[in-house]
């Protein structure tokens, strides 16, 4: 019997992140990018198959939601629309003392009302606002007229793509467009792995409604997002919602509502709702001069529509996943580290081992795997024990292991180990996929 141990601790994920490939600090070898993470190759994995999850829920699921891929550059007017050069900006202070610099919002109440540095007990200087939008200048000149910004949301290229994808999409109101991409902020960053970064990857939907349906849709969309992540195979005793108050709303919305995550450092945002109104499309009419309205044919009725938005962190969702599947249990006397993720989003869903190299069993676990190749990711590994075997794939998350043996000559038939339960069972060859697949779909995490 296994025996829960302990909740995962911030640390002890980033360190299995680099033991096994998920996630290595930026530019490592020159000591290090801060807040920036590349993604190796479980990584990379894991996040791709978090977008496909998302994407199919949020399009294919539905038949009045469409895609888009909007650049990440675009005219800087889209930000004056937007709001952002005005009003995207956070409180920052510095020590004099020590030069940290801290949002001057998310201090401790007694370092604010002191003015103190909560490092090094200097004095603050007093509060300035700054702008989080990164600027850069497109072609060789950097002067004010080829000032860009790199997109702080992917939100505003579905606003201004708007009226392309109703005209071209055949689609009505209702209706809604899907995007996933980088976003990036000058944020001041915690300690807190990839949580906050500066670069990041936003997988967002806008609705477009009447508005006089603004609160039914909200409604919809606040509990169909909340049913997504318990689909993603989160725990639910970790998620709540968090509705802002009036000091939180961001300057584009009227009603937002959050759905948070209780990482090791407490309860934080993991996704926003938002009744944005028609607050996006009637600035980017005011400031391009363009007639972004919409007419309904059947009622004659032209109006401007509202946006309900949905905008969830992918490299977030990485860590809520992690942070969400990460295990360590007794079993046997020894410490086991298992990442109890759900299977569709594990990096390999099936390692294969041959009991040992010689005497034809890697051939046969090679054919095996080959033929599994066609439905599943697939790791082939002859290397060390049996139980180090398994070890190293339940620290991948992997949930199905094959074990090839003599008895795999005669019969054709293996051993199937399930990641949760350790269970071994023993099957032919030629039921493998059907099975794997049926477990796969069944899948409900037990602990
Ligand atoms: N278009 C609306 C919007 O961008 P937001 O609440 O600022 O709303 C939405 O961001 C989501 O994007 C957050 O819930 C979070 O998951 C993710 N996110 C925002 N800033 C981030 C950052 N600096 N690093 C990682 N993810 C971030």
Known sequence: MAQELSEVSMDKLVSLCKRRGFIFQSSEIYGGL?????????????????????????TQLHDNIVGLDAAIMMHPRVWEASGHVENFTD?????????????????????????????????????????????????????????????????????VNFKNVHQTGRVKIPFGIAQVGKAFRNEITTKNFIFRTCEFEQMEMQFFIHPSEDGKWFEHWKEARFEYYKKLGIRE???????????????YARIAFDI????????????????????????????????????????????????IETSAGLTRTVLTVLSDAYTEEEVGGEKRVVLKMHPLLAPVTVGVFPLVKKDGLAELARDIEANLREDFSTF????????????????AGTPFCLTIDYQSKEDGTVTLRYRDSMEQVRIHRDDLTGAINNAVKEYKRES
């Open 34 to 58: 801060s807040s920036a993470w590349d993604y190796g190759p479980l990584g990379v994995e894991l996040k791709n198959r978090i977008q496909r999850f998302w994407w199919r829920e949020m």
């Open 91 to 159: 409180p920052l202070v510095d020590c004099k003392q020590c030069k940290q610099r801290f949002r001057a919002d998310q201090l401790e109440e007694e370092a604010q009302a002191e003015h103190k540095c909560p490092e090094c007990g200097g004095e603050l200087t007093e509060p300035r606002m700054f702008n989080l939008m990164f600027k850069t200048h497109l072609g060789p000149v950097a002067d004010n007229g080829s000032l860009v910004y790199l997109r702080p949301e992917t939100a505003q290229g579905i606003y």
């Open 260 to 307: 948070e995550y209780e990482f090791s450092f407490g309860w934080k945002e993991l996704e926003g709702i938002h009744n944005r109104t028609d607050y996006d499309l009637k600035r980017h009419m005011e400031y391009s001069g363009k007639d972004l309205s919409y007419l309904d044919d059947g009622k004659k009725e032209r109006f401007i529509p509202y946006v």
């Open 237 to 251: 005793k970790k998620l709540r919602f968090h509705q802002h108050g009036p000091d939180e709303l961001a300057h």
């Open 380 to 395: 082939y590994d002859q290397g060390g024990a049996i139980g180090r075997r398994y070890r190293r794939q339940d620290e």
